[in-house]
């Protein structure tokens, strides 16, 4: 697969060597040039030097050709206007990386549901660490052909979730609703703003990816 980052800091860096490991393609847009040719010693990946925000330059890193667009430079906006150019571009799928709560509503308005909040998660992280659970053993769980799949609900999504209509062996196993905890019934209505983690088989995750990414 082939993944293009927007911005080269310390999350894109290190997200990067762990593809370049595991024989994916990698481009970096960055646009400080010392950055450049400090990484250019270490990481054996594509760089291209300028504003990732620009659509000239996110048409240069080929959108036909890339499975994900991953927008990670310290700026909220720049990753959130970077976001809707690769967008419209035809990336494949489009990650930007957001600091500010405060942007997470814009984001699902705008369509950008895969936003990540690093802050967040790693809050839950540590929070859960302090108490003694064990992430590692969560995902020693999901073998085989499991696969966990997550969306944030949109205004269509605002129905029973027995009326999902979810693809074969799919599940939702739980939601955070304003943060908190939630185990659903098959009854239970989805809220905008939801985030909803489904428990499915692997053939279904390219379906929901277009489903819950368009």
Not at 121 to 139: K, N, P, V
Request: with cysteine.
């Amino acid at each position: 697969m082939r993944a293009v980052f927007v911005g080269a800091g310390s999350l894109a860096v290190m997200t990067a060597r762990h593809l370049l490991k595991r024989g994916h393609d990698v481009v970096m847009i960055e646009w400080n040039k010392e950055r450049i040719d400090a990484l250019a010693e270490e990481l054996d990946c594509g760089f291209l030097h300028g504003d990732g925000s620009k659509p000239a330059l996110l048409r240069e890193a080929d959108p036909s050709t890339t499975d994900f667009l991953f927008c990670l430079t310290g700026n909220d906006q720049t990753n959130i206007l970077a976001s809707l150019a690769g967008r419209s571009l035809g990336y494949g799928r489009v990650v930007p990386k957001i600091d500010d709560p405060e942007f997470e509503h814009l984001c699902i308005e705008l369509g950008l549901e895969d936003a990540i909040i690093p802050a967040r998660t790693t809050g839950r992280y540590l929070a859960d660490m302090f108490e003694g659970h064990d992430h590692m053993e969560i995902i020693a769980l999901v073998k085989d052909e499991a696969r966990v799949f997550s969306f944030v609900a949109r205004e269509a999504d605002e129905k029973p979730i027995n009326e999902l209509d979810l693809p074969q062996d799919s599940r939702v196993m739980f939601l955070y609703r304003d943060e908190k905890f939630t185990l659903p019934e098959s009854d239970s209505t989805l809220k905008r703003g939801d985030e909803v983690m489904i428990i499915t088989h692997s053939r279904n995750i390219e379906k929901l990816h277009q489903r819950w990414s368009a």
